[in-house]
């Protein structure tokens, strides 16, 4: 909004009309105080102070009305955005959902690839949300195989690390080049222009039948009038937004006719004649499968040139380079943000400054030759006034601090100048180390208020201001006084200051409003408050359920940009970090051990944030310390290639680390004097006392949930069950024979054995003529193989070149019996927490995840006992790093996912 700077003739609101508030005034002295009060004629000092206040109250009008950027923007002039606003690119976009979304998520993260066609193949497993294979147009520049075999595999890990949960990617391969060549008279204008006509109707022929996608400025959109929710619709992109009309779809039908069209559309070209497809049957057209990529050549093509001149030629192969170019010099990506101004709206200047100095109230009113008596109607006055000051300086305060008010983040004091205040004569040192005085503390006022220091001669009105009159040293009169009143104003435990904050400061209503702008600010962001609401009701942070709500759902906004975006995703198996084993040995250091749960806390992992001491406390003086807690909380990109999304929320909504920390603690607490509670035996001899050992056992297991699953265990399934596409083997695709393994394979292992075999070194298959058992050799390593038929739906890609005599493919299988009854994703709790395992807990659980989670995409939870956890957590830690660590070579089933699989099957379902 452009600002005005002249005046213009039209009636002032009421909050900026000096006239229309003084009538007001007026009129409520006349009802009020009835024929007490007569003359209200400016020469009464009742109409005086009712002027003063009136033309203070103009101020704080023309302060509310300022631009919404103004009083966004800090003292150093910039807007105010961290924890305010989520910009369209953080907030409209998300990861990859749909196929459309994959293809220009790749084009932008792989340069090397101009377009993608994405097949979804159709699996029957319920617990499979979708398996979808890639092929890939990459840049012509790029023949070299060992090239295309690195941008593959680089496309495999972009799609695994932007994977939904229950989705599937098979290693993408290039789109096969199947060419044809063209017959015919072309008649051209000169013969200088020969190559480059040739080159401009390839490029418009390669450019028809799969074109390479085109990249736009989002700015220039916006200004042609593109709406912001259709331009950020989808993935968020670094090199120029895609729309859907700008992807291009593969032909894979092309006629004669077509190319005739295409050949004569290009500039230079006089004619075509008798054009024909050769090697096709009937001459007319030509098609191709889903993994081929038609192509042309026109070196057969006979040339016939004209003396016709045409210099048109080289603007227009220009023009086609241009399209085919992506922008180089995109200007920055996302909207422009609005300029705002600094108004330093927090600071006050007293009424009493204003009024006349007959009224001896301001700065010079009173001189030592007053009497006792003057001064003493001074004070009065002042007392009186000083409560107007008090309530003036707390609305624009309040002003000043909107940012705070509907800020994702809790405040910590209801005063921030004061806060300020406090740390301008510190030295650096105390800057960083010297902690904000505890009386001031609150936690996440919603009213805003700052000291009178600055009123004149307002020291004889502050009670207790005579609390530093003391010194060991002789000082004149004058200075004592001057450092008696600095001491008592930078005093945070002051009777004035303490008092205040008593008196402005009442707690459930500060708890009441705070929820309210939570949900408000929830609301706006497309989060529903009572879903959010239903969900954390019973989720414990400090045990007060008004605070415990606003603290959940302020992590939430906060890290709202990075869950919603990321809101569907699976963690990246490719890039996962690796799991710590559980650690069960006994007998353990006790001592050690306290430290490990107290320091759980506050974060677990000490590398997550190395400025947190772990022996600083989440209270200072009773008053919950929010800032610690976002520092703990705060989600992290890195986060959703560890975890799933729907764990990061889950741990945040349902406030998981702090039933395992109450548990931990309690748990310890009954260890008396380091002894067991049923064996009276000190803990270093456990292994005299089952249960003992059993209250070890449990605690070591809540802290590996702790530090290593987020408080609980999300399995995908379709990482871990028997897998519907089979690899077929054959040495020749047209002949075979063709071979499957005898094994079945999870997906993880299908993807490692496909890698494996695109670089073996030697393979061969031999068949032992008494048992018939066909066995597959790669390398060094042995396979049992089993006969099959050929199936039309394998894409054959030939195995390593040096190994080129056989060719592999995909195969698909029936599904697994009972495929049916098997959930997208398994969720799995310790069923000793006795907050887990009830009803409550299920309920709200129930909730989120049927509201929460897409509708093909189903869920189990099981509560698994102590005794199955110490084989669960070894099973799951070794199937976890396996299948992250070991997927460039071939592995069999037969130990880790088929051990858990076994595992997770007894655990009964709720």
Known sequence: MKEINYIIDQPLPITQNFNSLKEEGLAHIQKVSGNEWTNLNPSDPGVTILDQLCYALTELG????????????????????????????????????????????????????????????????????????????????????????????????????????????????????????????????????????LSLIESQINNYIFPKVIRENDDQLLLDGKSTDAIYNGPELRNGWISDANLGKKKD??????????????????????????????????????????????????????????????????????????????????????????????????????????????????????????????????GYLTLFDQVLANQFSQLANIPQLFSFKNGITGTPSELKNFYVSKTPYEKEHLAYPAPYLSFSPTYFYQSLYTIPNIKPLLKNNDAFNFSLEARAKSVAEEISWNKFKNDPYNSYIRGLQNLIEDETINLNRRNEMLDHLLARHGESPLLINTVIEGSVYTGNSAKDKIIIKSLYLQNLGLLSYNRFKGYNYLGAKKIEEIKLALPLNIEQLLIDVASVRFYLESEKDSTIPKNEKFENDFIFNTNKVDQIEKIRKQDFINYAALELQLNILLSLKTPYINYLENVLNNLEEKKCTFC???????????????????????????????????????????????????????????????????????????????????????????????????????????????????????????????????????????????????????????????????????????????????????????????????????????????????????????????????????
């Not at 989670?853 to 698994?864: D, G, N, T």
Request: proline letters at 4%.
């Open 62 to 197: 023309y302060c509310n009305d300022f631009p919404i950027q103004d009083i966004l923007t800090n003292s150093d002039d910039k807007l105010i955005l961290k924890d305010q606003f989520y910009l369209p690119e953080e907030i409209l976009t998300t990861s990859p959902l749909t196929a459309k979304d994959y293809i220009k998520y790749i084009v932008d993260e792989v340069s090397e690839v101009d377009n993608v066609v994405l097949v979804p193949i159709q699996s029957t497993l319920s617990y499979i949300k979708g398996v979808y294979m890639l092929y890939l147009s990459i840049d012509p520049k790029v023949d070299d195989p060992t090239s295309i075999t690195t941008i593959c595999n680089t496309v495999f890990y972009r799609l695994n690390k932007r994977r939904n949960i229950g989705e599937l990617f098979l290693i993408p391969l290039p789109l096969k080049k199947t060419t044809y060549i063209l017959n015919g008279k072309l008649e051209i204008s000169n013969e200088v222009a020969l190559s480059k006509i």
């Open 680 to 910: 009276e035996n000190t803990l270093q001899q456990t292994e005299k006392c089952q249960d003992c050992k059993n209250q070890l056992e449990q605690i070591q297991q809540c802290l590996w949930f702790l530090k290593e699953r987020k408080g609980l265990v999300c399995i995908e399934n379709c990482l871990l069950y028997p897998f519907d596409h089979t690899i077929v083997i054959t040495p020749s695709i047209e002949k075979g024979p063709y071979y499957k393994l005898k094994d079945s394979l999870c997906y993880a292992e299908t993807l490692a054995l496909y890698t494996f075999l695109e670089n073996a070194n030697a393979i061969t298959i031999d068949t032992n003529s008494d048992s018939g058992e066909i066995v597959l050799t790669i390398d060094t390593i042995t396979y049992e193989l089993l006969s099959t038929t050929q199936t039309t739906s394998i894409n054959w890609k030939q195995t390593a070149t040096i190994a080129s005599d056989y060719f592999f493919g995909m195969n698909f299988e029936n599904s697994p019996e009972n495929s049916e009854c098997i959930e997208t994703i398994t969720l799995l709790f310790p069923d000793y927490i006795p907050y887990f395992n009830t009803d409550y807990f299920k309920n709200r659980l129930d909730t989120f995840l049927e509201n929460t989670l897409p509708i093909e995409v189903s869920y189990s939870y099981r509560f698994v006992n102590q005794e199955t956890l110490n084989s669960f957590i070894p099973a799951y830690t070794d199937w976890y790093n396996n299948l992250i660590y070991n997927n460039s070579a071939y592995k069999k089933t037969t130990d880790t996912a088929t051990a858990l699989f076994n595992i997770i099957n007894n655990i009964p379902k709720i």
């Open 253 to 382: 039908y092309i006629t004669s006719q077509n190319l005739i069209t295409i050949i004569g559309s290009v500039e230079g070209v006089i004619n075509i004649q008798d054009l024909q497809i050769n090697g096709v049957k009937s001459g007319d057209f030509v098609t191709s499968a889903t993994y081929e990529l038609l192509s042309f050549d026109l070196s057969s093509l006979e040339i016939i040139y004209t003396n016709v001149k045409n210099n048109s030629l080289t603007t227009s192969y220009e023009s086609l380079s241009k399209i085919d170019t992506s922008f180089a010099n995109l200007i920055n990506k996302g909207s422009k943000l609005p300029k705002g101004k600094f108004r330093d709206i927090n600071s006050y200047y007293s009424i009493q400054n204003t009024f006349p100095e007959i009224y001896a109230v301001g700065e010079n009113a009173i001189n030592s030759n007053a009497s006792d008596f003057q001064i003493a109607q001074s004070r009065q006055l002042k």
